[in-house]
């Protein structure tokens, strides 16, 4: 009975394995499938594994070419940082010999002498004067308008002078060293200063110059006018002085 029973439980479980396994072909057919799988999955596992490497050494390319390009950018820009320094010391050496060439004397005096000289200021001051002396009072006829129209062109001409004068100043600031700076603005202050009392004395001089040649103006009138019209011509006078004095000194010097 026993053997009986070893016989069976053995017989029973080699059925079990051939339920399990089937045939021997089938067994093999399972040998094949699994030894595919397990080098396939080598094969998978080793290019993952060469893919990693590749990818840790690209990044590391790639970082060490950012790190490379950042230094020669900065390396650039302290070398563009010299050369800028060079080009800041190379033209400041060239402003410092430009300046040291320049005649300070003959600057000055070409800026007070050219290109109105005294003569010219003084024909302009005739001509002021001259065409003040229109009377639209008592001699008002056909040519009264025409030499309104002249005298007021030539007193705003003065107006013009004045502003030339300012802009001669302000344009010899960056080329006259502070000395003769100083003195081309004390004779400009001078001779614009003659050139404003010369028109308020024009003008005062074509209001009041008529009535003070009227025989019918009265004594106390053509007193008064003239008290009106004294110290503007006294403020001319003593500007015309101090200017012709100014300039002499310059364009004698």
């Keep these: 009975m026993i053997g009986n029973r070893g016989e069976t439980v053995t017989l029973s479980f080699k059925d079990r394995l051939k339920k399990l396994w089937g045939s021997q072909s089938n067994v093999k057919y399972i040998f094949i499938v699994g030894l595919v799988v397990v080098c396939f999955g080598g094969i998978l596992f080793y290019m993952n594994y060469e893919g990693i490497g590749n990818f840790a050494s690209s990044y590391y390319e790639e970082e060490s070419s950012i790190d490379a390009n950042d230094n020669d950018d900065d390396d650039s820009e302290e070398t563009s940082s010299e050369d ?7 033209d400041t050496e060239d402003i410092s010999s430009s300046s040291s060439s320049i005649d300070y004397d003959a600057e000055l005096k070409s800026c007070v002498t050219s290109p109105m000289n005294k003569e010219n200021y003084l024909n302009i001051e005739s001509g002021v004067l001259e065409a003040a002396k229109v009377d639209d009072i008592n001699n008002l006829n056909q040519s009264t ?14 107006q013009n002078l004045i502003d030339k004068n300012k802009t001669t100043l302000s344009d010899e600031k960056s080329i006259l060293d502070q000395s003769h700076y100083d003195q081309l603005k004390d004779y400009t202050t001078k001779i614009n200063n003659y050139l404003e009392a010369l028109y308020d004395y024009a003008i005062e001089y074509q209001i009041d110059m008529p009535i003070i040649n009227d025989p019918q ?27 012709i004095q100014a300039y002499d000194t310059i364009a004698n010097s």
């Design 217 to 243: 103006t009265s004594d106390g009138t053509i007193q008064d006018t003239r008290a009106e019209l004294q110290p503007k011509e006294d403020a001319f006078n003593q500007a015309k002085q101090s200017w």
């Design 145 to 158: 308008q025409g030499a309104l129209t002249r005298f007021k062109s030539r007193t705003e001409n003065l």
């Design 84 to 90: 800028a320094d060079d080009e800041d010391v190379d």
